[in-house]
């Protein structure tokens, strides 16, 4: 294995643990200590953190499995589960009226989770060069949606211990983002100066 390939391994590994431990966090402050001040159904975030969480873990283990086509269909798959969610959670927000910006927001969140799933559509039919280009999108979306929804609007009235965590995985959400940036940016680059020379060919990066 090159050292291009050992770099682009351990920028996929760095990417699935800090999902894994992103997830994690999120799936244990659902609801903790009940002091979120914006409407929002824990049942529904359980299952969707949970979720997600099984999916970086898929996805830490196909990069062990040496499987880099799979790892980042899998972790791709993570982004349209979480533009749906808080999709879900804002169309909540405006019926209870706890939206204070615009609700174009939540037509935006699906049209992500649109572009997610076509990304990973492309991974998989190895479109790699579209299936790359759109990943930049896509993760410079997710890393502008985090920041909107990683803090309560209303932040001076939950608990200090219920902030630090969310600072916690608020930062690691936002670093797995950038390097998700950064391995589809690389990637795209590589593919577009190196043409593909068949459909195995993702399966050495």
């Not at 994690?24 to 953190?49: A, K, Q």
């Not at 940036?181 to 068949?198: D, R």
């Amino acid at each position: 294995m090159t050292m291009t390939n050992d770099n682009r391994k351990l920028k996929r590994l760095w990417i699935s643990m800090l999902m894994v431990a992103s997830w994690v966090l999120c799936l244990v402050t659902v609801n903790y200590p009940e002091d979120h001040v914006l409407g929002f159904s824990p049942i529904l975030m359980y299952v969707f953190y949970s979720l997600m969480t099984g999916l970086s873990l898929a996805a830490l283990a196909a990069i062990l499995l040496k499987k880099p086509l799979l790892s980042d269909v899998l972790a791709g798959a993570v982004l349209p589960l979480y533009f749906v969610l808080f999709g879900i959670v804002l169309i909540k927000r405006l019926l209870l009226g706890y939206v204070l910006f615009f609700p174009l927001m939540t037509i935006s969140l699906f049209v992500s989770a649109g572009l997610a799933l076509t990304i990973i559509v492309l991974l998989i039919i190895t479109r790699k060069k579209q299936g790359y280009l759109l990943s930049i999108i896509a993760y410079s979306i997710f890393l502008f949606v985090v920041v909107m929804e990683s803090y309560p609007v209303a932040y001076e009235e939950v608990t200090e211990v219920y902030g630090n965590l969310k600072l916690v995985y608020f930062v690691a959400i936002i670093t797995a983002a950038i390097l998700g940036i950064i391995h589809a940016s690389k990637s795209y680059k590589e593919i577009k100066e190196k043409p593909p020379l068949g459909g195995d060919q993702l399966n050495k990066h």
